[in-house]
């Protein structure tokens, strides 16, 4: 059983977190897609946001999210990753109870999040939390909302109450 | 002299400003940065944002920014867009001033941005507005912070008091 430390992410773990996804995702680095994670979020919300790492210090999971500044009843989580070697052992799951709590206590009521038509384990992942899944046209098997983020950046989005 | 309407974004503006960019950066829609403007911006830091439309309300600017979380007295400008036929006319130069207005009114003492080692235009503009600009090694050029945003995303970072 691993011993694992959550912390607040600092700026200087940005090129941590972005060097594990392309590795953790098992894609060419070109592929991965780490212009999501500017070093912004970990300059401007590192308090919302989790890093948690192993025994050695080596990075085991990210939570990276937000309480929403023009909605602020919405907490937004962002990007989250796991280990490979850590997943199936509720480590995403124990971030994002940690996350929910600490919005609720911030006066969120509800929490949302959003991942691509073909990322299946995410979808299976948050609608075992309780999220809503969202989409209105069929892409790669399932509903999503087409050219969400840009053209060509289908999205599947999820909700749910806190 | 075209009459400029100033205003909050909305979420379903996102699709237009995605579009504008590749056109207004006279680059390939895959070549343009608009992987960097998620929608996220528009739902969540549209307060601290502005549209700006010319009086056939065509799209005439923008400016993404937002206070920091983490560190409430720093305002960030994520994202700053001028149609290239409204330049030169101090646009640009008015969103900035109108948003260091609300920041400071919000209790922000600095405001940060970057940019990459070859947008002169940028660092120039920024340098003309009291940005103190930061980097520590010579790419294309000009000082700048290697793999700041991740790897090969190499930044010139700007910082101003407000």
């Known amino acids: 059983m691993t ?79 796991v280990a490979p070697e850590l997943r199936r052992q509720g480590v995403a799951r124990d971030l994002y109870e940690r996350f929910f709590a600490m919005m609720r206590q911030q006066g969120c009521t509800r929490v949302e999040a959003i991942t691509g038509p073909i990322n299946r384990r995410s979808q299976s992942f948050h609608r075992g939390l309780g999220f809503t899944l969202g989409g209105d046209t069929e892409v790669d098997g399932v509903l999503a909302y087409i050219d969400y983020d840009g053209p060509g950046e289908h999205r599947v989005t999820f909700s749910r109450s806190l």
Chains 1, 2 share one sequence.
């Open 3 to 81: 011993l694992l430390h959550y912390r607040r992410p600092e700026e200087s773990d940005h090129i941590r977190v972005v060097e594990a996804i392309p590795v953790w995702w098992g894609m060419p680095p070109d592929a991965a897609p780490t212009g999501l994670l500017p070093r912004l979020f970990f300059q401007h919300f590192a308090d919302t946001s989790t890093l948690v790492e192993d025994e050695s210090r080596r990075l085991a999971a990210f939570l990276i999210g937000f309480r929403s500044a023009s909605r602020p009843q919405t907490a937004y989580i962002h990007f989250v990753g």
